[in-house]
């Protein structure tokens, strides 16, 4: 697919994904199973991480995504406070799909108390799942370079791994902006950037995709209205929103960007 002087690829061409795999953690959440139905829409063969409780979901969402050519998706355990079940979960990944091409981690385990009254142990299991993004992105270069060829590797950030919340948002609401969170998110985002230097020489991209504010229908409605205000669309995002950001990092489309982090925020970081 790569472009010569006498061949130009369409752009149709550098966003399909027709047989590549992708493994995807944390794949039954809000935002990530819209993610694995872009990749899968785009042609790729899915296979759909989570931690075992969720399984039976992860397969439902399997069986309902769209399989072009000879694709096919498949469901394997992960959990980043689990370092075994992490190479398992590449192994498995493997057997089953013959490869991995593209990983996008965007998985973690919640913390909910926020810096009055968080423990020490919760702050470091929050930063934990930072420490499972690693293991799992070393694992899936390490069977990169056994393979041959390259890879693409998307981390999921957030917008509160660059700017602070406003307080007055999360007033009598249950916390969804802690401080271990803050402090996870930017650690991915510093960690995207040192591994897309360390590994840019082995073909191996590393980004970082960092959705703005898009609350689950589920939380507070108190917490949405006060974020709209907050934004200069005046709405929350919706998961369809970030299809177009993961499939153009997944693809060829972005073969000369590595170590940099998209942001998909509806403009909160612009004013
Ligand atoms: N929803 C938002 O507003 C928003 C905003 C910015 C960034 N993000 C980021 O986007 C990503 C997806 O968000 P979401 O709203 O779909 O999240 P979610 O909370 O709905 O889903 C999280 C997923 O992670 C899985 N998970 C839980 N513990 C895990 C563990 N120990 N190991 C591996 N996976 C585990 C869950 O089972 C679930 O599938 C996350 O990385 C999140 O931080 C979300």
Redesign the pocket.
Known sequence: MSNTESKESTIKELLDLSGKVALV????????QSMCRALAEAGASVVLA??PK?MERAQELANSLPAAGKAKHHCVE????DYESIDKCVSDAVKMAGRIDILVN?????VTSDWTDVTGEQFTRQLT?AT?CFLLARRVRDHVIERGGGASIIN?????GIVASYPDAYVDVPMASPVAYHAL?GGILSMTRHLAIYWADDGIRVNCL???????PTVDPRMIERLSSKSPMKRMGKPYELKGAIVFLASEASSYMTGQNLIVDGGWMAW
Request: net charge negative; with cysteine; aromatic share 14%.
């Open positions: 953690t944390g794949c039954t959440g809000y935002l990530v989570d931690i969720m992960l959990d980043y406070m965007a998985g973690y385990e919640r799942n499972g999921i950030g957030s917008m509160y998110k960092s959705p703005g504010p898009f609350p689950a």
